[in-house]
């Protein structure tokens, strides 16, 4: 009887945050247990990179937000789109500053456009997140919720790029800091508001899961043959990496570095993913081995040589976050997929981190013109390999069930 109870109440709990109107009597139900929505946003916060401001900008909302993780979710992207809107408001105000040189014009015009695509970006992940609440089924939810996450992970990119154009010596000293700060918070926000969604997309994949075995108790070997014909009636193996591709943020590389792998892929979402790491990984290799070539050459400044010794550094870090996520993603299985798969999420983020990083360090006059456009353009390759990368490992943990 108690188990009944319990599997009632996961019932409950789980239509909580799938039907409206359930949600609207719970809240009702709930009115006044504002405590509870606190100590929920609390502990889900201690999940995020940046747990102090997660829990700063989402306790606000606690009423609206109460215990579920999907308007917790979509709570933080509205906030994250918000700030982003108003630092767009606040940078494209620093052109009217009098007695500007052209070049910090320049700098303050293309992270006005860089915001732009943030805010684009964060209003499509939106959009994607209201599809997934009005889902029919998981094919449906997991295409929404990947989307989400794709745009998300997008948007955390922009902002990278964004601040890129404020370091070294260009603007002065008071703006450029107020600049930076405004866009690290974005980043920071955006960078919260992503870990809530893949939290609240792996607690629907555990959702979907339990329906499934509900349905398969009661239909038995109906629901799976089907779901299984779907898959197998797939064209060929090109056409699969090709469609996979379309959720990337550079669909045109994802294509022309995977689709030599597409007889290994065969139809298989997991092996697209691991076989988009394994040639991140070997691209990453590649571009080191080149970095520590290039920086024993005695033409360089002892500023530039600093600058490729600290980057060859960032880039073994990330073939260190690549290799344990490689490694990972083989052993992949029912037991420890999810603890496996957020080991992974984070270690794939965190090398596009470190590759930004890397890149970092070759802004400036200082350098030398043709060192800095080959490595960033080598370490740009590598990033965009990283984020595809992510998103097909995003994909791959949306539709597991
Ligand atoms: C910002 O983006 C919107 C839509 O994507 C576009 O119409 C507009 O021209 C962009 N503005 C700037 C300043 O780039
Ligand atoms: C990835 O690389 C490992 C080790 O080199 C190899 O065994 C595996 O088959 C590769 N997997 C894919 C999907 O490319």
């Given at each position: ?31 006044g247990a504002s405590n509870k929505a606190v ?297 420890n997929y999810e603890v496996y798969m957020n ?59």
């Amino acid at each position: 009887m108690a188990k009944l109870n319990q599997t009632f109440f996961l019932i409950l709990s789980i239509c909580y945050f799938l039907s409206p109107a359930l949600t609207a009597a719970t809240t009702a139900l709930r009115a006044g247990a504002s405590n509870k929505a606190v100590n929920f946003i609390q502990s889900s916060c201690k999940t995020t990179t940046y747990p102090a401001v997660c829990f700063h900008s989402l306790s606000a909302y606690a009423n609206a937000i109460q215990t579920s993780p999907k308007r917790l979710a979509e709570t933080a992207l509205a906030v994250t789109l918000s700030r982003a809107q108003s630092t767009k408001l606040f940078v494209s105000r620093l052109t009217r500053f009098k007695g500007l040189k052209k070049r910090e014009i320049e700098a303050i015009k293309d992270c006005v456009e860089e915001i732009n695509d943030t805010i684009d970006r964060l209003t499509k992940s939106v959009q994607e997140m209201k599809l997934c609440g009005s889902a029919k089924n998981q094919e449906q939810f997991a295409f929404h919720m990947s989307n989400a996450q794709t745009w998300t992970s997008a948007a955390l990119t922009d902002e990278n790029t964004c601040s890129d154009g404020f370091s070294g010596r260009v603007m002065d000293g008071r703006i450029k800091n107020s600049v930076r700060a405004r866009i690290v918070n974005v980043g920071h926000e955006t960078s919260n508001a992503l870990s809530l969604i893949n939290a609240f997309a792996k607690k629907m994949a555990v959702y979907f899961r339990f329906n499934h075995h509900f349905l398969a108790s009661l239909l038995i070997t109906i629901t799976i043959t089907t779901l299984k014909s779907v898959h197998t009636t797939t064209t060929t193996n090109t056409e699969f990496v090709k469609s996979l591709c379309t959720f990337t943020t550079y669909p045109r590389l994802c294509v022309t570095s995977l689709s030599t792998q597409s007889s290994l892929i065969q139809t298989s979402h997991k092996l697209m993913a691991h076989a988009a790491l394994n040639i991140t990984l070997a691209s990453a290799k590649a571009t080191s081995a080149m970095m520590v070539r290039v920086s024993s050459s005695s033409r360089l400044k002892p500023r530039e040589v600093s600058a490729m010794r600290d980057c060859v550094e960032e880039l073994g870090d990330t073939l260190e976050e690549l290799r344990k996520s490689i490694g990972e993603m083989g052993q992949l299985s029912g037991s420890n997929y999810e603890v496996y798969m957020n080991d992974i999420q984070t270690w794939v983020s965190a090398a596009l981190t470190d590759e930004y990083t890397c890149s970092d360090g070759f802004e400036g006059d200082e350098m030398n013109g043709k060192v800095k456009v080959l490595v960033r353009g080598r370490i740009l390759i590598i990033a965009h390999l990283t984020s595809n990368a992510l998103a097909l490992i995003n994909h791959f943990a949306s539709i597991h069930c």
